[in-house]
């Protein structure tokens, strides 16, 4: 009977969705057990200048739920935003409506994902031409790397926020139905999660320490800076991540006296981790060319 059941899970889950995709999301996954609380926890600063945060939420798996960590990740085209994925209770069991990028915010549930996704929109920042403009009020940026940066309180304030960590929409949940820019964006073409997204979500899938199982609803890692970067927890501390693979840094835990211990150098793993910036991997290559001359 589990077998059976976890084959009618991994066919519920997989799903196909086109390249463009008009109104309403694909439902991804209908199950009847509630999905835990958001978890409180910090947001690590964004990397690169043109990142774009996609908040975390709770997946479902075969061993019940995993935490999917709020990363910094680099939009399809410019232009373009992040409607988060959301659960939503309807005919008795929670459906997962799949998140998607278009040129506007689309409805996401009323979810509080925190960041700039209070429940109605995003107020972290905004596109200005092919430049995206980061609200400093809202969101964390290291400001030695992203320039482009703004300061708004007020949308905190003039911005309906559920002060909750309901992970649901419907009976039990946030009930919030969407308005009309909403529903306007809804309609809008749509692009899915880009294929770093999917692997950062199978990622998560295949760490046990991310199931609420294991961790009672805090999760080991909480976000990440970027997709195969570094793990951070509720405080926004560095962590190891257990199931690390090539291109992630473990980071090495402190020691006593609370100074980081340096990891061994590694060159094959760090000319694995700077090949997807061809300037930095020119310069290294260069140098290792010239090393090896001598």
Known sequence: ????????????????????????????????????????????????????????????????????????????????????????????FYRWHIGYWGLHIGYYGGINYGFGYGGVGFVGGMWQGNVFRYNTAVVNVNTTVVRN?????????????????????????????PNREEEAAMKEQHLPATATQSNHENTARNNKTQYFSANNGKPHSMAMDKIGGSHFNERGEQVM????????????????????????YQPQQRKQEIRNSSKEYKEYNGTQKRRDRR
């Open 149 to 177: 940066t703004y300061i708004n309180k007020t949308v905190i304030n003039n911005t309906t926020i559920n002060n909750n960590h309901y992970s649901f929409n419907g009976q039990g949940g946030v009930t919030a139905s």
């Open 1 to 92: 009977m589990k077998n059976i059941f976890r084959i009618i899970v991994i066919a519920l889950a997989t799903v196909t969705i086109s390249t463009t995709t008009q109104a309403q999301v694909s439902v991804g996954l209908s199950i009847n057990i509630a999905p835990p609380a958001i978890p409180v926890y910090a947001q690590p600063p964004c990397p690169v200048d043109g990142y774009l945060w996609t908040p975390g939420y709770w997946a479902y798996g075969v061993d019940g739920y995993y935490w999917v960590p709020g990363v910094w990740v680099a939009p399809p085209r410019m232009g373009y935003l992040w409607t988060p994925g959301y659960w939503a209770f309807i005919g008795g």
């Open 241 to 264: 991540h257990n199931n690390a693979k090539m291109g992630e840094r473990e980071i090495a835990p402190r020691s006593e006296g609370g100074r980081q211990k340096m990891a061994p």
